[in-house]
Nanobody
Framework: QVQLVESGGDSVQAGGSLTLSCVAS????????MAWFRQAPGKDREGVATFVKDGSTRYADAVKGRFTISQDGAKTTLYLQMNDVVPEDAGTYYC????????????????????WGQGTQVTVSS
């Protein structure tokens, strides 16, 4: 079992920055691959950023160049640095964990993630 707790959601002005955190706890938490998803009202949950097998990162096209995913050395805390936010970035952000590697085309497939946090809310004012 893995427990995920997000924090850092807030209201931010367009063009501003925000950092989200996710604390992971449980058995062998360091073995899980972590990701950030988000869900805007009335829309499907979508992948934002994740890591791949060699430790490199992958981002949704909508956030490339603006968001950065990172982890602490123990892989117990996941971060999402959000810069130059736009109104379309508003929504609930979720931390998720998957048990093993997955093909590139499934990196943001929600069904491949076994554990989810409760989410943290981000609002963007223009």
């Amino acid at each position: 079992q893995v427990q995920l707790v997000e924090s850092g959601g807030d209201s931010v002005q367009a063009g501003g920055s925000l950092t989200l955190s996710c604390v992971a706890s449980g058995n062998s938490v360091g073995r899980y691959r972590m990701a950030w998803f988000r869900q805007a009202p009335g829309k499907d949950r979508e992948g934002v950023a994740t890591f791949v097998k060699d430790g490199s990162t992958r981002y949704a096209d909508a956030v490339k160049g603006r968001f950065t995913i990172s982890q602490d050395g123990a892989k117990t805390t996941l971060y999402l640095q959000m810069n130059d936010v736009v109104p379309e970035d508003a929504g609930t952000y979720y931390c998720a964990a998957r048990a093993g590697p997955t093909p590139e085309y499934r990196l943001f497939n929600r069904m491949d993630y076994q554990y989810w946090g409760q989410g943290t809310q981000v609002t963007v004012s223009s």
